[in-house]
């Protein structure tokens, strides 16, 4: 149990660990570094969502036979359309009107950037802790290394997260304390997303491989959406590809330790 609540406090402390940054750093990070994370991050979360979520999700519904793809698929669908919904409100929060009646404006960009990063964070930490209740539950679906090495995966993804939230705010004028509690900031909901997914999986175990197609197809979507395009830009994408293949590898073989 102790191990299980460590577990769901590291994707956090790599938020906090990139908000660090803003102390230390006087230039952005390099392009290289930054791709390579991007990927070897991307690779780690869609290994973890096939091997970690699904195949748990199908073993679990193996009493349904035929069917047994169904709570899977249902989850997982239903995974891609929370986070659909969550790019639907930001896209709404930055336009609508703000200050006096009738004069138009938009979220100052850096206030974005952190609505942005903290809402994708949520179903991260809902990711994180299905993988814990599943641990817990005891089906042995799902290994405490496997577990650990979804919680890292994030972590790392989430070091560039926290660094692009402080930095640019400190640039803009605001206090390095200021700017890193902003970025830390930006974190704390995955805990508490992860803690909210555990309660819900102890009370309802036979909902378990909904949650965990659930969390399975919210980080899919971002591994496709966000995380594959930014890991293939500019002149050194092969960078991130290699990450990728490498993430991915090291995933699928910590799975089955």
Not at 10 to 26: A, K, W
Not at 122 to 135: D, F
Not at 165 to 170: A, G, N, W, Y
Not at 179 to 196: D, K, N, Q, R, T
Request: net charge neutral; proline share 4%.
């Amino acid at each position: 149990m102790l191990s299980a609540f460590y577990g769901l406090f590291i994707p956090f402390l790599g938020t906090t660990l990139g908000s660090c940054g803003v102390f230390f750093q006087r230039k952005n990070m390099s392009e290289s570094v930054h791709l390579g994370m991007q990927g070897f991050a991307a690779g780690v979360m869609t290994a973890a969502s096939v091997w970690s979520l699904l195949i748990p999700a199908l073993e679990q519904s193996e009493h349904l036979g035929k069917w047994a793809f169904i709570p899977a698929a249902s989850g997982f669908w239903a995974g891609i359309l929370f986070i659909l919904l969550l790019d639907r409100v930001i896209l709404y929060l930055s336009r609508v009107k703000w200050g006096q009646i009738g004069q138009k404006t938009i979220l100052p960009q850096t206030a974005m950037l952190v609505l942005t990063v903290t809402l994708h964070n949520i179903p991260e930490g809902i990711a994180v802790g299905v993988v814990y209740a599943g641990l817990l539950s005891g089906e042995r679906v799902i290994t405490k290394t496997a577990a650990f090495a979804l919680s890292f995966g994030i972590a790392i993804q989430n070091i560039p997260e926290g660094a692009i939230i402080s930095m640019p705010l400190h640039s803009e004028g605001t206090g390095k304390v200021k700017s890193f509690f902003w970025g830390m900031f930006s974190g704390a909901v995955e805990p508490i997303s992860a803690l909210a997914a555990i309660w819900l999986g102890s009370l309802a175990v036979l909902a378990l491989p909904y949650f965990l197609s659930f969390a399975a197809g919210a980080m899919i979507y971002v591994v496709v959406e966000e995380l594959i395009p930014e890991m293939s830009r500019g002149t050194e994408g092969k960078v991130g590809t290699l990450c990728y293949v490498a993430g991915f590898t090291l995933m699928m073989a910590l799975d089955v330790c």
